[in-house]
Structure formats: structure tokens, C-alpha cells
């Protein structure tokens, strides 16, 4: 009997460690934001210009804003003056931060070369925050602050 007990204490100290260790491995970041996203708050400098359900917005376009990263590398952008700019997309995540680069953009977008990057605040599943990392020349030159929200 004491054998008996001995063994299956031993079974149940290697289970206990087994299960324990087993960690679910986290999402690359590019898989979290690899969806369709459409605007819930948007700032111009520190303005905010559109706020998804308010009866008034100041650009009340952002209603059809969306940015199409469901495909791993093609990128859609829709703007919210009904531009719509494609190309491709990449994630490069560095210890500084992660930026988010739409590239290859047809037709460009007016001072990009083709390129628009975006520095990501943070992201999860249903909500991402993302800063541009330079003035936008539609906005009068300001950095722009969007979250958005996959639907």
C-alpha cells in the first residue's frame, strides 16, 4: 500500500508540473491586427474628429473608414474622403516599439512615395491603436491617432 501511495504521488507531482507548463504560445502581433478595421475614435493632433455613434462629428467620413489587413501581406485602405489606396502591409516589431507600414500603395497617397507608417499603441483582437508617424498632408499636416475596431 505505501508502494501504491509512493507511486501515485510521484504521478501526480509530474501531471501537476506537466499541465503547469504548458503555455498557450501568444498570437504574433500581425496575426492580432490581420482583419478588417473600421474607426471608433479618431484625433487630428489632439483633436478628435470623429467618434463612432455621436449624432455630430467634425468629419463625419471616418463613418466609412476601413483599413483591410485580413490578407497576410495585401493591404486596403479606405480613407475617410472615399480614397481607397492598395498595397501591402508588414509588422516590424522591435524592443523600441512596433510600426505598422503600409507600402506599394496605388494610387500613392499625395507625399507618401507610396508608404504611410504607423506607430502601434497597442492591439488586441477587437480594439487597435496606432499613431501615424507623420504629418498627413489630407489633415493640414497633422498626426493623426486612430482606433479602431474590427466589427
Same mark, same amino acid.
Given at each position: 500500500?505505501?508502494?501504491f ?19 498557450k ?59 481607397t489606396?492598395?498595397?501591402q ?6 524592443? /523600441? ?7 506599394n500603395? +496605388?494610387?500613392?497617397?499625395?507625399? @507618401?512615395? *507610396? &508608404? %504611410? ?5 497597442? /492591439? ?8 501615424? +508617424?507623420s504629418?498627413?498632408?489630407? @489633415?493640414? *499636416? &497633422? %498626426? ?8
Open positions: 500500500m505505501k508502494r501511495f509512493t507511486v501515485f504521488v510521484m504521478i501526480a507531482v509530474v501531471g501537476t508540473v506537466v499541465v503547469s507548463s504548458c503555455k504560445k501568444p498570437k504574433p502581433l500581425s496575426e492580432i491586427i490581420g482583419r478588417v478595421w473600421s474607426a471608433q475614435l479618431i484625433k487630428h493632433g489632439s483633436s478628435v474628429v470623429y467618434t463612432k455613434g455621436a449624432a455630430t462629428n467634425p468629419t463625419p467620413g471616418y463613418l466609412n473608414f476601413r483599413l483591410d489587413l485580413s490578407s497576410p501581406t495585401s493591404a486596403t485602405l479606405k480613407e475617410f474622403d472615399g480614397n489606396f492598395t498595397g502591409w508588414e509588422v516590424q516589431e522591435t524592443t /523600441a516599439g512596433n510600426t505598422l507600414i503600409l507600402k500603395l +496605388t494610387p500613392q497617397p499625395t507625399g @507618401t512615395n *507610396g &508608404t %504611410i507608417q504607423f506607430t502601434i499603441n497597442s /492591439a488586441t483582437e477587437i480594439e487597435f491603436v496606432m499613431t501615424r +508617424t504629418g498627413s498632408q489630407k @489633415t493640414g *499636416g &497633422t %498626426i493623426n491617432n486612430y482606433t479602431l475596431v474590427s466589427p
